[in-house]
């Protein structure tokens, strides 16, 4: 034990897991508990005794059930023909949904609006030759939407396990004389049934615990992360109770829908050794046509915000209304020359908090894999609980724990960085540990045998071998932490819009064409260090995912 005690190791394990206790581990169990306290009644009874809120949650199941089956019709069925078939475009077939992965969801909502909204393109068009599409608002917006964004998570899930799928076994049933059809849905379907559990639990927990595209397109419709955002700023930080209580129950469904997943995958396990998976058939003439057809149309539309935002950044407008087909660049002006404070903040924010998750994750997940002692098991735990909460509820603990006493930090830019690098630490921990796994401990034991101290052999050796899941988990947190919004918009100050938050207050306010031209710049921020990552250093950013 003495030994241990004076290993820097311990001490860096003990520090990270009190680091983790109070930036999270207390600000959540700091919100599960608020939710009893306070003047009054406690949260629960206000709860039960509110019929809005109980709608919200009602309302939020409705939809996560909805968008969950949606987007696995469409995502299941696309990596079938993807894993399974060659036809005309399939390349570009095959990749394109991967855009969608880097495309903010307040950008998402917005464009949506702008093709299908009461005056959006789409709606205008269709309207002129006497087609009058329903209101894009509440539930059939809602769910579009989110389908057309969310099934892309079930297509990489399923479209992975379907290529492993050892087609000998669907040789062999149909050698007993099974149909090809029968054959595929008795012996392939229980094996890949994980996977397409698992992508749809992804589909559900992010559909409860969204806000961006809820919060623009719900309308009057209310919903779990609506109506928790607006306690937060209705009753502000003094009164945490009723957003503390509405938090926990987001928390409480999530934990759920995990529990039932993992029950249902344990009643049927199935298990195979390696085999061949089945090479793609060729499909030519009507039938390749079709297939093609269909598939290049759910691309198409998932694409639309891409393509709709892009002709918005270069639209004349005038305050609400969209002058379609007269171009301008004072868009874009806005945005780097007008008013370029929030490109500044996001890029300044989203840079400090990638450098200090990919920094504090590289040494602690080294400290798990290669260190372990008394306090890891508790630092690796804490570590992954920010996969199971929401931004909402993220921004409610911090603003709720933060917001005086002895740590003050709301209103300032730390708690806003601090906000990214607890919803994205995973990555990096997750990419670290798996590739510390495969390095062998011979490499450091050979260094330290030479008289280099254990610290220093980190840094001299087995951190250069892991600089390429570091670096694919530091495009990965930049990508999605300069895109984030449902935390940072609860706990962000005046002067400190980053662009996501900026793009928000624009479509709050009707002016979508700035909004567009924010978003633009947005998206390029995030595709630039991608493409970068590929091309020149071969990173598969989507394989860390």
């Not at 998402?108 to 209101?135: E, F, H, K, V």
């Not at 918005?312 to 660049?329: D, I, S």
């Not at 091309?535 to 860390?544: G, N, S, Y």
């Amino acid at each position: 034990m003495t030994g241990t005690l004076c290993s820097p190791w311990f001490w860096i394990s003990a520090l990270a897991l009190a680091l983790l206790s109070l930036f999270v581990l207390y600000p959540l169990l700091n919100v599960l508990t608020a939710s009893f306290t306070g003047e009054g009644p406690n949260g629960w009874s206000r709860l039960i005794a509110t019929p809005r809120y109980l709608q919200a949650i009602q309302n939020t199941l409705i939809l996560a059930t909805t968008v969950t089956v949606v987007a696995t019709l469409i995502g299941v069925p696309l990596a079938y023909v993807t894993a399974r078939y060659s036809f005309a475009g399939k390349s570009l077939i095959a990749l394109l949904p991967l855009i969608t992965l880097v495309i903010p969801e307040v950008i998402a909502a917005q464009t949506w609006l702008m093709m299908l909204g009461n005056n959006g393109l789409i709606t205008r068009a269709l309207r002129d030759i006497g087609i009058r599409l329903p209101s894009f608002y509440g539930w059939f917006g809602l769910i579009t939407s989110m389908s057309f964004i969310y099934y892309t998570y079930v297509y990489i899930g399923v479209v992975a396990a379907i290529g492993k799928f050892d087609a000998q076994l669907e040789e062999a049933a149909q050698s007993l004389g099974t149909s090809p059809a029968r054959s595929r849905l008795k012996v392939m379907v229980p094996v890949i049934l994980p996977a397409i559990l698992a992508s749809a639990l992804l589909v559900f927990t992010m559909t409860v615990g969204n806000f961006a595209i809820s919060m623009i397109l719900s309308h009057r419709l209310p919903l779990l992360s609506v109506v928790t955002y607006q306690a937060a700023v209705a009753e502000g930080a003094s009164d945490i109770t009723m957003q503390s209580t509405l938090a926990s129950v987001s928390v409480l469904i999530v934990m759920a829908v995990l529990f039932l997943n993992r029950w249902v995958v344990a009643r049927g396990r199935y298990e195979i050794v390696q085999g061949r998976g089945a090479r793609p058939q060729p499909l030519r003439g009507l039938k390749g046509a079709a297939v093609a057809l269909a598939a290049g149309l759910v691309v198409l539309i998932s694409l639309l915000p891409l393509i709709s935002i892009i002709l918005g950044a270069f639209t004349q407008a005038r305050g609400p209304v969209m002058q379609w087909g007269n171009w301008t660049f004072a868009n874009l002006e806005r945005v780097f020359v007008t008013a370029p404070q929030p490109l500044i903040n996001s890029l300044t924010y989203a840079g400090v908090a990638t450098g200090l998750s990919i920094a504090f994750s590289a040494i602690v997940s080294y400290v798990v894999v290669k260190k372990p002692n008394i306090f890891t098991p508790f630092v690796d735990y804490i570590s992954a609980v920010p996969l199971a909460l929401s931004g909402t509820v993220l921004g409610v603990a911090l603003l709720a724990t933060f917001h005086g006493g002895w740590l003050p930090l709301s209103g300032t830019a730390t708690i806003i960085v601090l906000a990214y690098v607890i919803r994205r630490m995973p990555f990096g921990m997750r990419n670290g540990q798996a590739t510390l796994h495969n390095i062998p401990n011979s490499l450091e034991e050979a260094s330290i045998s030479l008289g280099v101290p254990p610290v220093r052999t980190f840094f001299k050796v087995v951190l250069p071998v892991m600089l390429p899941a570091i670096a694919a988990a530091a495009v990965l947190t930049w990508t999605t932490t300069v895109a984030e919004l449902s935390a940072s918009i609860l706990v962000y100050s005046g002067g400190r819009e980053t662009l996501p938050i900026q793009v928000f207050r624009l479509i709050d306010s009707g002016l979508m064409a700035y909004a567009s031209a924010y978003g633009l710049v947005l998206v390029a921020v995030i595709l630039i260090p991608i493409i970068v990552a590929a091309k020149l250093f071969r990173i598969d950013v989507f394989a860390a995912k």
